[in-house]
């Protein structure tokens, strides 16, 4: 069984996306042979807004999803630190850099993304790297 950590907004297209995109989210979410990792910079890029603005149904798709994760990256000094480390090596964005070492913390085989397969986080090294959009 694969273990996956989604990024925000892998999560965000299964919850309120439409069309390909949004099914290809949600086919991840339900597939069996998955089992789920994730940080509470997950949590921080999908519930507050969604809980501000009453998205009753957006709110229950992360909580579930939350509860279904059997393991969770331990935000720590370290964590921010080695993050810094990968964004200055790849040129990636902070919140990416969160993530892909958030993953590899939790041990996880992938990191599913809605970001193109031509951003900096698939220069990352640590962590496979999939994105939901087709090349």
Request: negative net charge.
């Amino acid at each position: 069984m694969a273990r996956t950590y989604v990024d925000s907004g892998m999560l965000i297209w299964a919850a309120r996306g439409v069309g390909d995109l949004a099914l290809r989210a949600m086919g991840i979410l339900d597939d069996p042979e998955r089992s789920f990792a994730s940080s509470l910079f997950v949590k921080l890029e999908t519930l507050p807004k969604s809980e501000h603005f009453r998205r009753r149904r957006d709110v229950e798709l992360y909580e579930s999803y939350f509860g279904s994760c059997v393991e969770w990256a331990r935000v720590t000094e370290a964590l921010a630190h080695s993050a810094l480390e990968e964004a200055r090596r790849h040129d990636l964005a902070a919140m990416d850099a969160l993530h892909i070492v958030s993953a590899w913390i939790a041990e996880a085989d992938e990191i599913v993304t809605s970001e193109k397969a031509t951003q900096p986080i698939h220069r990352t090294d640590r962590v496979h790297v999939v994105s939901l959009r087709p090349a």
